[in-house]
């Protein structure tokens, strides 16, 4: 078996920081790096991976005038595979403390 690994971008909205509610929301989005989510137990002879994106994507993606996280890419990777946030963490603090969300389809 695999996971399937889904990267997103998160972006703040810095123009709403001194909004005060009324009329439109200053626009002025800066890139605030993202997350990992997985789905395990993947099985790609069974589903293809832009499926399962769409049916997740729902509980994964968010829009609102101050914050918005967007699904960037995914790929089907190893059951034993790391991110990269997982790698640092075992190199930097000898253990893996945070892992990806695990996302149940």
Same mark, same amino acid.
């Given at each position: ?24 929301? *200053? ?16 099985? *790609?002879?069974? %589903? ?17 005038? %101050? $914050? ?15 991110? =990269? $946030? =997982?790698?640092?963490?075992? =190199? %930097?603090?000898?253990?893996?403390? %945070?892992? *990806? ?5």
């Amino acid at each position: 078996m695999s996971k399937l690994l889904i990267t997103t971008q998160v972006f703040e909205n810095y123009g709403a920081h001194d909004w005060d509610g009324k009329g439109q929301c *200053p626009q002025y989005w800066k890139a605030k790096g993202g997350n990992d989510y997985v789905i395990e137990d993947f099985d *790609p002879l069974r %589903y293809t991976s832009s499926l399962i994106v769409q049916i997740v994507r729902p509980k994964i993606e968010s829009d609102s005038d %101050y $914050f918005r996280e967007q699904v960037i890419g995914w790929q089907v990777v190893a059951d034993h595979y790391l991110t =990269e $946030f =997982e790698q640092s963490q075992l =190199e %930097y603090d000898g253990e893996i403390t %945070y892992r *990806p969300q695990v996302l149940a389809i």
